[in-house]
């Protein structure tokens, strides 16, 4: 039995993946430099 790929499917959920992973860790990265500039403003 042949097992038939959608690879345009594939493609659009590991490209989503993808996007999801590094918005994430953008995001992550902005929190984490404007607490370090707080910390610098009350001090």
């Known amino acids: 039995m042949h097992t038939y790929v959608n690879w345009p499917d594939v493609v ?25 500039k707080n910390q610098h403003l009350k001090k």
Not at 18 to 29: H, P, S, V
């Open 12 to 36: 659009f959920q590991l490209g989503w993946l993808i996007f999801l992973c590094a918005a994430g860790f953008a995001i992550y990265k902005i929190i984490k430099i404007r607490k370090m």
